[in-house]
């Protein structure tokens, strides 16, 4: 079965400073894709990021990049020079080829961006 | 307008009371799924759909019944409503290829009482 964890409930950052996203996953699917999203307080599901299982370097969109360890099995967001409208419940999620599609999610991690 | 809708956005209903909650999107995705968002518990798949006419269970099925006549509908029915079905519920869809992200729907919060 696959597995998605997330181990910070809650993360403080000052702003402008890079924070770091933990979220490691569990599957026997040789492919699969690994996916993050962002839940502001309005309620909102806005995807940020993929990264592919055979993919050979990490993903990056703007601000945001995947540290993508394929061995250790984790997926960790890093969010660069944090804003305050980073502010917001993340969450990891993945979606594996032999898993009949399904997406699932990990239980999240709220993100404080302090000024 | 394209995209992916539910309605209602907010319903109060009452212990053992049937309720459906719709979820209509317009790019004929083929997969759609349904989630609940608990505080604690992130976003637990409920039902997906890989096409129409095909559906399955996900990790927390119990009391909900799912249906998918057409690719564009995949209303979610609570039989029985319970107060620990209290919770904001997720549509989402997307194609059938790993790279690319679902779409949401803005929600539905339902309280039972």
Redesign the interface.
């Known amino acids: 079965a696959q597995k998605i964890t997330?181990t910070q409930?809650g993360m403080f950052v000052q702003e402008k400073e890079a924070v770091t996203l933990d979220c490691t996953y569990d599957t026997s699917d040789p492919?699969?894709?690994l996916?993050w999203y962002k839940q502001p307080s309005s309620?909102?599901?806005i995807?940020l990021i993929?990264q592919?299982s055979y993919d050979q370097q990490n993903a990056t969109e703007g601000r945001y990049s995947l540290n993508f360890q394929k061995a250790r099995k984790s997926a960790n967001l890093v969010i660069s020079a944090s804003q305050l409208g980073d502010s917001a419940m993340y969450?990891c999620?993945m979606?594996?080829?032999s898993n009949?599609?399904?997406?699932?999610?990990?239980?999240?991690t709220t993100l404080q961006v302090k000024p | 307008d394209a995209g992916i809708t539910q309605s209602p956005r907010y319903k109060i209903t009452e212990t053992g009371r049937q309720v459906t909650l719709m979820c209509h999107q317009t790019w004929s995705h083929s997969y759609m799924f349904w989630y609940r968002q608990d505080l604690g518990h992130g976003l637990r798949l409920i039902y997906y759909s890989a096409a129409a006419d095909i559906t399955d269970k996900g990790e927390v099925p119990d009391g909900y019944v799912v249906s998918r006549s057409k690719t564009e509908n995949f209303p979610l029915t609570l039989e029985s409503a319970t107060r620990s079905q209290t919770s904001v519920y997720f549509c989402a869809s997307t194609i059938d290829t790993l790279n690319t992200e679902a779409f949401f729907g803005q929600g539905t919060r339902l309280t039972v009482v």
């Open positions: 997330q409930p492919s699969y894709g996916f309620g909102e599901m995807f993929y592919g969450f999620a979606r594996g080829r009949t599609g399904k997406l699932i999610f990990g239980q999240g």
